[in-house]
């Protein structure tokens, strides 16, 4: 996983001294109601899979890949955290944008991302990007105990970006 680099942030390889603050954003209102009951290890695992955001230094989100190498089915699955404090600013499409920039030059073309169907905030900011919808997965994902919510499905093509 190599660092990457946009006009105002840089995305570099989580690290384990970036869980307390992740995990704190991620419980932050405005970011908790979408990513669920923390679930320790197996949350940090993820975290530790994906990019750390950073502006001028500081943390302030996180981007997640599910690479799909599969010759008859390259893709690269999606998902995005960024602190409530830093939304509005265009910075989780200009995350996104250079993560799908990095893929792209590795030879992948279609892009995926499952926001909760009720998470308008992240539709629009996907839409910005490229995404489209495709489908609705019903009760997708548990949030909280007994609490299942539906995803909008939506993915992007390298080729929508030319």
Known sequence: MHTLTTPRLTLRPAHVEDLPTLQR????PGAAEWWGDYEGQEDDDELLSGYTILLEGEIIGWVGYEEETA???PSVGLDIMLDP????????PE???AVIDHFIAAGHH????????GNAKAIHAYESVGFKPIGIAREYEELRAGEKSDALLM???ARDLE
């Open 25 to 28: 954003i991620v419980q932050t």
């Open 155 to 157: 993915d992007l093509l």
């Open 85 to 92: 404090a830093h939304h509005g600013n265009g910075y989780g």
């Open 95 to 97: 995350a996104l944008r």
């Open 71 to 73: 010759v008859k089915f």
């Open 110 to 117: 279609r892009f995926t991302i499952d926001p909760s169907s």
